[in-house]
């Protein structure tokens, strides 16, 4: 069984960065799509981004140019690096693997974390 851990979480201005950070064990990582969503208090989950197991990308339109997506098989882990943040972006951050490689849609996703919360102050 696949265990996602997310880390790297925090408070932070608006304009500002973080680096969210997903540590994979018990699965051949290598071989899962991976991604990211997050879920805002009292709204749906929304996709944020996904990375297949080659490098292919996708990202939800309202990250696209701000947040960037990668990975390192050697070590098991996924990034979120997430720059000129907004507040709007607060949110409870998960990642999640997927046998069908890159995906926006969340039912294709088997392992999921327990989040890391972000949240930007104006």
């Known amino acids: 069984q696949v265990q996602l851990v997310e880390s790297g979480g925090g408070l932070v201005q608006a304009g500002g960065s973080l680096r969210l950070s997903c540590a994979a064990s018990?699965?051949?990582?290598?071989?899962?799509?991976m991604g990211w969503f997050r879920q805002a208090p009292g709204k749906e989950r929304e996709f944020v981004a996904s990375i297949s197991w080659s490098g292919y990308l996708l990202y939800g339109d309202s990250v696209k140019g701000r947040f960037t997506i990668s990975r390192d098989n050697v070590k098991n882990t996924v990034y979120l690096q997430m720059d000129t943040l907004k507040p709007e972006d607060t949110a409870v951050y998960y990642c999640a693997t997927s046998r069908a490689g890159a995906s926006a849609v969340s039912s294709l996703y088997d392992y999921w974390g327990q989040g890391t919360r972000v949240a930007v102050s104006p």
């Open positions: 018990g699965g051949t990582f290598s071989r899962y799509g």
